[in-house]
């Protein structure tokens, strides 16, 4: 089975940086897309960071040059680090991950597996 299991939420202050990481079983970083997706209590997911299994990146508009999403392909972890954080940001984030190994975008929602989600909040 693949599981895939986030960490790294909280609270914290505008302005202020967080780092999400998501420890992946049952598949492999290295041979796959990966993705993070939030989620705001009652509104729809939506896409934030996409990296493609060859480490090529893309963002939403809202979060580029604030959000940066990573990998370590030898302990099989994706990371996004969030600077800048603003009161927008808050939600609850989810890593997700492809067999395909290149990405279709931040816009596509039909990833294989997904975590439970972490929450980030932003005070300000």
């Known amino acids: 089975q693949v599981t895939l299991t986030e960490s790294g939420g909280g609270s914290v202050k505008a302005g202020t940086s967080l780092r999400l990481s998501c420890e992946a079983s049952?598949?492999?970083?290295?041979?796959?897309?990966a993705a993070w997706y939030r989620q705001v209590h009652g509104s729809e997911r939506e896409g934030v960071a996409a990296?493609?299994?060859?480490?090529?990146?893309t963002y939403a508009a809202s979060v580029q040059g604030r959000f940066t999403i990573s990998k370590d392909d030898a302990r099989n972890t994706l990371y996004l680090h969030m600077n800048l954080l603003k009161s927008e940001d808050t939600a609850t984030y989810y890593c997700a991950a492809d067999r395909a190994p290149w990405c279709r975008g931040v816009y596509y929602y039909g990833m294989d597996y997904w975590g439970m989600g972490t929450l980030v909040t932003i005070s300000s």
């Open positions: 049952g598949i492999r970083f290295s041979d796959s897309c």
């Open positions: 990296i493609d299994a060859d480490g090529r990146t």
